[in-house]
């Protein structure tokens, strides 16, 4: 693999998706002036973190694949010649959703997407009751400027998933995420896990000779309860 710039794209979101779809186009913009020829998005970047509650109003937020952000983004990677990695809340049929990741390459064609396989549910993150795992497999994508695989958040923590992309040929892996510290936790504990979290994706590039690369969500969301590391 030659040399590629990576952007990523960590940003504040609010609860207009229009806006933050908006937004993200600015900071793709940014990263595409400053050399960036692949730009990542950050995990569900058109919204606030929702997994945080079960709510059947969230499901409003779902969209198809290709449908209305990854067309914007399809255009936009046209404009500026680049690669564009963005996670999204996928509604592939009613009443089955997804935690998905579109790739758009620098001809603003749409390559395909991954939909995230390992679903956690834990406190502040409900996930179950939002998607439904991924059934399209591991994918690696051939762009314009590198060939590279995509994981999503808590694929993290399995190194089979980081194992076989890198087996089917990816040279990158890309994490989009959400993850953070709980504010009601102790400082200790919180550090033990953002360490963990830390070493488990240096494994990945250890063990399997690959560039890793994660992009998380930033600071307090909602009701405050969890501070993302990004």
């Known amino acids: 693999m030659s040399k590629v710039k990576v ?11 229009e806006a933050n779809l908006q937004k993200a186009i600015e900071k793709v913009k940014e990263a595409a002036a400053k050399g960036a020829q692949i730009v990542c998005l950050q995990e569900l970047f058109t919204s606030l973190y929702f997994c945080d509650v079960e709510d059947y109003e969230n499901f409003k937020l779902a969209e198809s694949i290709p449908g209305p ?6 255009k936009l990677a046209k ?20 935690n998905t990741t579109a790739v758009l390459d620098a001809d603003g064609s749409y390559l395909g997407k991954y939909r995230k396989m390992h679903i956690p549910d834990d406190p502040a993150y409900y996930e179950k009751f939002y998607f439904t795992p991924g059934d399209l497999g591991y994918k690696v994508f051939k762009t314009k400027y590198a060939t590279f695989g995509v994981l999503i958040c ?4 399995y190194p089979e998933a980081a194992r076989i992309t890198s087996l089917m040929g990816a040279e990158i892996l890309f994490y989009p995420t959400a993850i953070g510290w709980a504010t009601s936790q102790d400082e200790a504990t919180n550090t033990e896990q953002y360490n963990a979290w830390q070493t488990i994706q240096r494994s990945h590039s250890v063990a399997n000779a690959v560039h890793v690369v994660s992009v998380n969500r930033v600071g307090l969301e909602q009701d405050g309860a969890m501070k993302f590391w990004g």
């Not at 952007?7 to 998706?17: E, P, R």
């Not at 990695?85 to 997804?98: M, N, P, T, V």
């Open 154 to 157: 808590w694929d993290q923590w």
């Open 7 to 17: 952007g990523l794209v960590q940003m504040s979101c609010s609860n207009n998706k």
């Open 69 to 74: 952000s990854s067309d914007a983004l399809s």
């Open 79 to 98: 404009e500026l010649n680049v690669v564009i990695i963005a996670s999204l809340f996928e509604k592939r049929a009613q009443g089955i959703y997804h």
